[in-house]
């Protein structure tokens, strides 16, 4: 049985994990293949910034730090920020894989331009900086946002009649300034793709189950990072790293 992590950037409870669980069910997967969800203990109450954006590194970082002594084979970032996979990967000789710069090199394969559809207007520093970064913005058409705070506990779920006419305004205006692809720009979002495949004339990337898919292949294929572009840490702080998250689990600075 091949065992895989997806670590979720927020301390959610079992009822809340379960709404990120259930983007399993929204696709066919292999039997032999198992997926576990790990919250982090500890981290910002959102990554509007780049105070939350360092936080959520170090979180997801130490939730995954044990994975391959653990038994897993492989781990997913449950987030689109792709938070903490870089140092995963230089820590870890298991394949990392995280959904943000994945679905929108993906959406490559299906047109020439993406748009990113956001979630609310303090997420949009995120998407600038990460299509800087990936050096994505001459592929992308732009980014809209459906002006709602997110819900990273309970989703869309009871919201939907509300949400979902907004998410596809969003879209719509994507498709109006040269998008051939939509990306759904969070994982959180994972709710709203069956309705937005069904009324929009693009294809919409849903970056959650197409991070399992890929895993799968890259498993499959015997494919890991490059210790090239990731080499490993000369002294690691493992138990420095863990120390510092057990102690920030004990502190409600909301």
Request: aromatic letters at 6%.
């Amino acid at each position: 049985m091949t065992k895989i992590l997806v670590l979720v950037p927020f301390a959610l409870d079992a009822a809340e994990i379960a709404n990120r669980q259930a983007q399993t069910r929204e696709i066919s997967l292999r039997p032999d293949v198992t997926f576990h969800f790990r919250p982090v203990k500890a981290g910002p109450t959102s990554f509007t910034s780049p105070h939350d954006w360092m936080l959520l590194d170090i979180a997801l970082f130490e939730a995954g730090l044990s994975a391959e002594a653990d038994g897993f084979d492989a781990v997913v970032i449950d987030t689109v920020s792709d938070s903490g996979a870089d140092a995963l990967r230089s820590a870890l000789d298991i394949p990392v894989l995280a959904p943000g710069r994945a679905s929108l090199i993906f959406s490559l394969t299906l047109g020439r331009r993406f748009g990113v559809m956001a979630q609310w207007e303090p997420a949009l520093a995120r998407y600038e900086k990460v299509l800087d970064e990936w050096g994505l913005r001459s592929r992308c058409a732009g980014v809209e946002h459906f002006d709602t705070p997110p819900d990273f506990a309970n989703l869309i779920t009871g919201k939907e009649d509300t949400i979902l006419p907004k998410m596809e305004a969003a879209c719509r205006r994507l498709i109006e300034r040269g998008a051939d692809v939509i990306c759904l720009g969070s994982t959180t979002m994972h709710q709203a793709h069956g309705h937005l495949s069904s009324v929009l004339e693009v294809p919409v990337v849903n970056p959650g189950p197409l991070s399992y898919k890929l895993i799968q292949t890259m498993l499959s294929l015997g494919l890991s990072q490059s210790r090239t572009a990731y080499p490993k840490p000369l002294v690691p702080k493992t138990a420095m790293v863990h120390a510092m998250l057990d102690a920030a689990s004990t502190v409600d600075d909301d």
